[in-house]
Nanobody
Framework: QVQLVESGGGLERSGGSLRLSCAASGRTFSRYSMGWFRQAPGKERDFVAAISGSGSVLYADSVKGRFTISRDNAKNTVYLQMNSLKPEDTAVYYC????????????????WGQGTQVTVSS
């Protein structure tokens, strides 16, 4: 069982930056691929970024070059640095864990965090 707790969301202006953190419980954190998904009102939960236990990364095209995912296995924490924010980045951001290679599909996620709201004003 893995519990995920996100923090760092909030309100930011277009062009600004935010950093999300996700703290995970458990002693096997490094074996999990970690990721971030987001869900805007009335829309599906979409893939944002993922990082494997060894540090390989994958990004959605919509955030490539603006967002950076990283992890600290010693702290059981994964981060999402979001720069050059746009109003269309507004959504609830969910931390995700998968005990295998990363996937863009929400249905492949084994554990979810509770979500943190990110709002970008124009």
């Amino acid at each position: 069982q893995v519990q995920l707790v996100e923090s760092g969301g909030g309100l930011e202006r277009s062009g600004g930056s935010l950093r999300l953190s996700c703290a995970a419980s458990g002693r096997t954190f490094s074996r999990y691929s970690m990721g971030w998904f987001r869900q805007a009102p009335g829309k599906e939960r979409d893939f944002v970024a993922a990082i494997s236990g060894s540090g390989s990364v994958l990004y959605a095209d919509s955030v490539k070059g603006r967002f950076t995912i990283s992890r600290d296995n010693a702290k059981n924490t994964v981060y999402l640095q979001m720069n050059s924010l746009k109003p269309e980045d507004t959504a609830v951001y969910y931390c995700a864990a998968r005990y295998s290679g990363f996937s863009r599909r929400a249905n492949d996620v084994d554990y979810w965090g509770q979500g943190t709201q990110v709002t970008v004003s124009s």
